[in-house]
């Protein structure tokens, strides 16, 4: 998908229903239906509106890529596999060597045989 494509439905997903509940609301004020049961239907509705947009963003974003060296390098820094100093120094020749596609290579090379 494109990303232009890609932007036009994130802005449909997040502003049609927002644009339907102001429509409704402001609807609910002229005529004169801006009842007690009315507004609590009115928030809930919001709230879940909220929510699904919340969904729906979160369902599109991507999933880490799990061979790059440096999401590997986190990982096993959370899970306690490595110490500061070795995680810092790895950090730095993933991130500042001359070459970064090799410092990449030698750090995966390192760290995913182990």
Known sequence: MSPL????????VRVV???????VGSAAAV???????????Y???WAL????VAF??????????TTD???V???RYARGDIDDAAFERTLDRLLVGNDLERSRRDVEREFLVE
């Not at 229903?17 to 429509?23: E, I, K, N, T």
């Not at 509106?49 to 699904?52: D, I, Q």
């Not at 729906?56 to 890529?65: H, L, M």
């Open 56 to 65: 729906v963003d979160r369902a599109r974003a991507e999933p880490p890529d």
């Open 17 to 23: 229903p927002m644009v339907v509940l102001g429509v």
């Open 43 to 45: 928030a809930v509705t």
């Open 31 to 41: 005529f004169g239906g801006l009842t007690d049961t009315f507004l609590a239907f």
């Open 69 to 71: 060296p440096l999401f």
């Open 49 to 52: 509106t909220l929510a699904f």
């Open 73 to 75: 390098l986190q990982q």
């Open 5 to 12: 494509l890609e932007r036009f439905e994130r802005l449909v």
